[in-house]
């Protein structure tokens, strides 16, 4: 008689572990599709992130991606520097293509260096500003001299 209680108990364990494990597979689901510009064509390195949560992925250099969603509902957020940031709900879909659309508003700014004009969005190194009002307010001959002590980690110096 005891035998035959560990038996069915044992049994009964792993059927309840087995339901646990079947249950608990079908929650999560996968979601792939791609992120686009429109003029642009694919966007690698768009932060794709499942609102709510720690979890996300990154789009690789054609725009794609892949991430697990839960089966309750969920909202994955898609945002890239330059870019507006795009809410896309999930519901039943298990392919997403997004197109995200230029920033206008951050992509306006220009950077003059000591060669050329760029727009803010293309550098890629540490810049900083002065305000023109401000350099006006020091009267002195050049602009190398305006500048000193208002640009942070610039050095100002004069070769004779």
């Known amino acids: 008689m005891c035998i035959s209680t ?10 309840l572990l087995g339901l646990g494990v079947g249950i608990s597979g079908a929650q999560v689901r ?3 599709g791609q992120v686009t510009s ?11 992130i499942l609102q709510g949560s720690g979890q996300g992925t990154v789009s690789d250099v054609d725009g794609k991606y892949s991430i697990e969603v839960p089966e309750t509902p969920s909202v994955l957020v898609f945002s890239s520097i330059g870019y ?3 809410a896309v709900t999930v ?31 293309d550098i890629t190194g540490s810049i900083t500003s002065v305000d023109p009002a401000k350099l006006n307010e020091m009267p002195a001959a050049d602009i ?12 100002v110096g004069q070769d004779n």
Do not use: C, H
């Open 6 to 15: 560990l038996w069915k108990s044992g049994l009964m364990s792993l059927f």
């Open 30 to 32: 996968m979601v792939t």
């Open 38 to 48: 429109g003029e642009e064509g694919p966007l690698p390195g768009v932060n794709i």
């Open 84 to 86: 507006t940031t795009e």
């Open 91 to 121: 519901g039943s879909q298990s392919v997403i293509d997004v197109v995200l659309k230029p920033d206008v508003t951050s992509l306006k700014e220009i950077v003059v260096t000591g060669y050329t004009s760029q727009s803010k969005r």
């Open 144 to 155: 190398g001299a305006q500048l000193q002590g208002r640009a942070a980690g610039v050095f």
